[in-house]
């Protein structure tokens, strides 16, 4: 018995949204495993997490016989600069986020992560001439007196969370703009990082060594590892962004910073006092505004196209 077009894509909405969010609470998940890694210097476990990801991404290539999709990319010069870019990017961006694993610090990667949503929608208005709503207006103020209020009470910029959500935000609206496939695009991505991976590690192994030589059978498992907890939890969202609704989506990438932060909190003791807590609560109202609006508008657009239709 055949299924109905209902039915198939109900099953396919289904299934996308079981992907994305297996995805994104991989993302999330993935700070435990990286806090296996804190007796690996942070440029280290980046260069194995490069290294790892060139081989499982090309191994994925010719599984799926996507060859002529690499080599057409790859002839493609505009394209071929800003996989560069978004390389470049892409690589400080996980240099930074090892980094606040490794300094008990991730509360302020999940922070970094609830804000980048709003520092897109900012990149959107400068870069592409977009039109802040007011609830986005009243989002990105909310998202800002909360930031401040954090970096008030550090006595300094909270760097981690800015720059991670900056990182982020640049590195998806280049990959927006650009016309690289995902698979394809990641492979090209850290393939600009190997040479300078290969040349640390190279450097690390006449300097004391690596710790994929010298350390336990644990560690350089995980090391090896760092390539699927990278290439792995992309697919998946890549998979499931194909088959439901953007408004969908984009509720669902809060699922990522919501693990880090309750792993951070309750798993692994970091502090979280009135004023951080003060933080979160007023970038969690400011979300909730920006979601409801993404929510209510691209419900409006479902309705005038349906209508469109029937005329």
């Known amino acids: 018995?055949?299924?109905?077009?209902?039915?198939?894509?109900?099953?396919?909405?289904?299934?996308?949204?079981?992907?994305?969010?297996?995805?994104?609470?991989?993302?999330?998940?993935?700070?435990?495993?990286?806090?296996?890694?804190?007796?690996?210097?942070?440029?280290?476990?980046?260069?194995?997490?490069?290294?790892?990801?060139?081989?499982?991404?090309?191994?994925?290539?010719?599984?799926?016989?996507?060859?002529?999709?690499?080599?057409?990319?790859?002839?493609?010069?505009?394209?071929?600069?800003?996989?560069?870019?978004?390389?470049?990017?892409?690589?400080?961006?996980?240099?930074?986020?090892?980094?606040?694993?490794?300094?008990?610090?991730i509360v302020e990667t999940s922070l970094g992560y609830y804000i980048n949503p709003l520092v897109s929608v900012l990149l959107g208005v400068a870069f592409l001439g977009e039109r802040l709503s007011r609830?986005?207006?009243?989002?990105?103020?909310?998202?800002?007196?909360?930031?401040?209020?954090?970096?008030?009470?550090?006595?300094?910029?909270?760097?981690?969370?800015?720059?991670?959500?900056?990182?982020?935000?640049?590195?998806?609206?280049?990959?927006?703009?650009?016309?690289?496939?995902?698979?394809?695009?990641?492979?090209?991505?850290?393939?600009?990082?190997?040479?300078?991976?290969?040349?640390?590690?190279?450097w690390l192994s006449g300097h004391g060594g690596t710790s994929f030589g010298n350390g336990s059978r644990f560690t350089w498992t995980l090391l090896v590892l760092t390539g699927p907890m990278t290439a792995v939890p992309l697919f998946l969202f890549a998979f499931g962004a194909q088959r439901i609704r953007?408004?969908?989506?984009?509720?669902?990438?809060?699922l990522a910073p919501t693990t880090q932060f309750l792993v951070a909190v309750l798993l692994y003791g970091e502090p979280l006092g009135t004023v951080q807590a003060m933080t979160f609560g007023l970038i969690w109202v400011g979300l909730g505004i920006f979601s409801f609006g993404t929510w209510r508008r691209e419900r409006e657009l479902r309705r005038t196209a349906a209508l469109a239709n029937r005329g």
């Open 1 to 105: 018995m055949q299924k109905s077009a209902s039915e198939t894509a109900s099953a396919e909405a289904a299934l996308g949204v079981a992907s994305a969010g297996l995805g994104y609470l991989l993302w999330g998940l993935s700070v435990i495993f990286y806090k296996q890694l804190m007796d690996v210097p942070p440029f280290e476990v980046l260069a194995h997490r490069s290294v790892w990801s060139v081989v499982l991404t090309l191994a994925m290539i010719f599984l799926l016989a996507r060859h002529a999709e690499l080599i057409a990319m790859l002839r493609d010069r505009r394209t071929m600069l800003t996989l560069v870019g978004t390389g470049l990017l892409i690589g400080s961006n996980w240099f930074v986020f090892i980094y606040s694993i490794n300094e008990a610090r």
């Open 135 to 202: 609830g986005q207006i009243l989002a990105v103020a909310l998202a800002a007196i909360g930031v401040a209020i954090f970096a008030f009470d550090l006595g300094q910029l909270p760097w981690i969370s800015l720059y991670l959500a900056g990182s982020f935000a640049a590195y998806g609206y280049l990959r927006k703009v650009s016309r690289a496939t995902p698979l394809e695009g990641l492979f090209v991505e850290v393939l600009v990082l190997l040479p300078f991976a290969l040349g640390y590690l190279w």
């Open 246 to 254: 953007l408004a969908t989506l984009g509720l669902m990438q809060y």
